[in-house]
């Protein structure tokens, strides 16, 4: 189970590392680190919008959706409203909040401070569908990449070095994205 001071160092390290669009997210985010209590029914996990509770939050840059806040059947981009209802829930021991974040690596984060905590709410076969997704995607990724180096060869055989550079930073954006 994580630890609420790893939840707390994560919550910092996010402050540090990016700034919201919105300022209110910002001062939400350091409401929960401040607050000890509330990070027992915080929980970071994906796909936020199954759970009862989810916040998902966006750090990219132009975001279509840069803050949403799923409250049952409900769903509000003010996040005054999470706030509210965080701050007027926080003795409730019922509620749980499953936080989603847009941030580069999110999955290699969440996991290397240990609070990633898989989203009971997600529809099983959503959850199938989602694996599928990420499994093509990265098979796709390995044919392209393949390709890239075969072309990359072919470029280095034809003595085209301006060719081979365009190929080869390619080349480093696809293995970026299968590490």
Not at 110 to 135: G, R, T
Request: aromatic share 14%; hydrophobic share 35%.
């Amino acid at each position: 189970m994580a630890s609420n001071e790893n939840k707390r160092q994560f919550i910092e390290w996010i402050m540090k590392n990016f700034k919201h669009v919105h300022p209110t997210v910002n001062f939400l985010m350091k409401y929960l680190a401040s607050h000890p209590e509330l990070l027992d029914r915080i929980e970071f996990s994906d796909a936020s919008k199954y759970a009862p509770n989810g916040l998902f939050i966006s750090y990219q840059e132009n975001p279509m959706n840069p803050f949403v806040y799923y409250k049952g059947p409900h769903k509000y981009t003010d996040s005054n409203q999470a706030f509210h209802d965080i701050r007027l829930n926080q003795l409730r021991d019922d509620i749980t909040y499953y936080i989603e974040l847009d941030i580069p690596n999110y999955y290699q984060e969440v996991f290397s401070f240990d609070i990633y905590k898989n989203n009971p709410y997600i529809p099983a076969e959503d959850h199938q569908l989602d694996q599928l997704d990420h499994y093509l995607s990265q098979l796709s990724s390995q044919t392209k990449l393949k390709d890239l180096e075969q072309q990359f060869d072919q470029a280095i055989e034809r003595s085209s070095f301006e060719e081979a550079e365009v190929l080869l930073k390619q080349i480093h954006a696809i293995r970026g994205e299968l590490s």
